[in-house]
């Protein structure tokens, strides 16, 4: 059996919360802030802002000729503070995404915090190891560095 990682990165953006909000709450833009190397496109989604309940499907290719299809519940949101987005189908036995902002006296400090699970018990663990954390980090990354470009360079950790 694996076991359940956590995954946590924050970000000072020198931004309100609520142009923060606006931006993240709004699904279309998680195609501008995963690497165009993953070919993230989302399939489907209600337009406009995020709402509990709405499913939003994506196709995901991680690594050269491997794909999934990926659909994720938003299932818990509280305006201009966090959301949670769920994975109902797709590549991790488990996950979890909750994403937060604060007002900070800099801007707005966002926290991401992913709870995960690997498929393939003992194997997925090593697969975590070896290569799932590091392309979770490399994607947290790469939208610390768009989100930068947007609203500007604030901290990150």
Do not use: C
């Not at 709004?26 to 070919?39: C, F, G, Q, R, V």
């Not at 503070?81 to 604060?102: C, L, M, N, S, T």
């Amino acid at each position: 059996m694996s076991q359940l990682y956590q995954f946590k990165t924050t970000q000072l953006i020198p931004a309100s919360p609520e142009k923060v909000w606006e931006f993240i709450a709004t699904p279309e833009n998680l195609n501008k802030i995963t690497p165009d190397s993953m070919a993230f496109k989302t399939v489907s989604a209600d337009q406009g802002k995020m709402f509990p309940g709405m499913i939003i499907s994506y196709i995901v290719k991680p690594f050269p000729f491997v794909s999934f299809n990926w659909v994720t519940e938003i299932t818990h949101v509280e305006e201009g503070k966090y959301f949670v987005d769920e994975q109902r189908f797709g590549p991790y036995a488990f996950w979890h995404h909750k994403h937060f902002i604060e007002a900070s006296g800099k801007g707005t400090l966002m926290t991401d915090v992913v709870d995960y699970k690997v498929p393939f018990g003992f194997i997925g663990d090593i697969a975590n190891a070896i290569v799932v954390r590091k392309k979770l980090e490399e994607i947290f990354r790469f939208r610390t560095e768009i989100i930068e470009k947007l609203f500007g360079k604030g901290n990150s950790e």
